[in-house]
């Protein structure tokens, strides 16, 4: 699954003395508990685009998986 691009980009806020990755994880930790989870379009990022399938601008930017209903490129029958 990738990563939310908005959780990555604001746990890069607070990890500038500290592991990047550890701060995401903490970040999404956090976001979970309190019942606060990013929308699709949010997790895809800024240069998402449109899924072929359900519409949404919820293509994630780096991978192109539909982080609203799962498409991915090229798989049989999409």
Do not use: F
């Not at 895809?44 to 899924?51: D, R």
């Not at 919820?58 to 209903?69: E, G, K, L, S």
């Amino acid at each position: 699954m990738p990563s939310c691009e908005k959780c990555w980009s604001d746990s890069a806020c607070s990890s500038q003395y500290n592991d990047h990755a550890s701060e995401y994880r903490k970040l999404m930790d956090r976001r979970d508990r309190e019942g606060r989870q990013c929308t699709p379009e949010q997790q895809a990022g800024p240069e998402a685009t449109a899924c072929p399938k359900c519409g949404r601008v919820a293509c994630h930017q780096w991978c192109h998986i539909c982080m609203a209903c799962g498409y991915k490129p090229g798989e049989a029958g999409l």
